[in-house]
């Protein structure tokens, strides 16, 4: 027999919490430069995610990052890694 382990490839990202007031939920908004196909201007373009943070510890305005899991709500699929030394 063969060893046919497959590396599960989760995505991985960085934001800035905008929101803690749900239980076990931060709200995280991620922000991404963008370049306009035809006129090359560059633009910002967020996103806000729904995380899960199981001791309530991330605080709004801390820089945290976050990875792809197993659903865990309708809206959360995302976990806290850590929280990140520089704050925007």
Known sequence: MTNNSKKIIR???EGTVVSNKND???VV???N???HPKYLKRYIVSKKYKVHDQANEYKVGEVVSFIE???ISKEK???V???N???S
């Open 11 to 13: 995505k991985k990202f």
């Open 24 to 26: 076990k939920t931060i």
């Open 29 to 31: 908004e991620v922000k």
């Open 33 to 35: 430069t963008k370049v």
């Open 69 to 71: 899991c197993r659903p």
């Open 77 to 79: 699929r995302w976990r």
């Open 81 to 83: 890694l850590s929280k």
């Open 85 to 87: 030394k520089k704050n």
